[in-house]
């Protein structure tokens, strides 16, 4: 499988940074850029569903551990 690189620096690891200061909008957004010179290689909505569902159900599945601890352990 391919590597993906920064097509500025040729840089192999990036990060998701926190933006909220884009010119003619409120959202804010994740920009992903490369770590080594900081180079946007895409952008997230900072509001992704998909992130809070993922979220969303590793809470409930903890939840549901406990509750089934508990009720074992009774």
């Known amino acids: 499988m391919a590597q993906s690189r920064c097509l500025k620096c040729g840089g192999q690891k990036f990060e998701a940074v926190y933006a909220n200061n ?6 804010a957004v ?17 509001l992704n569903i998909s992130v809070k569902a993922a ?11 406990r509750l089934l ?5 009774s």
């Open 30 to 46: 994740l920009f992903i850029q490369c770590v080594e010179c900081g180079s946007v290689v895409g952008a997230l909505d900072f």
């Open 69 to 73: 601890s508990r009720l074992n352990g």
């Open 22 to 27: 884009l010119e003619g909008t409120t959202r």
């Open 55 to 65: 979220r969303v159900k590793n809470d409930l599945q903890i939840t549901i551990e």
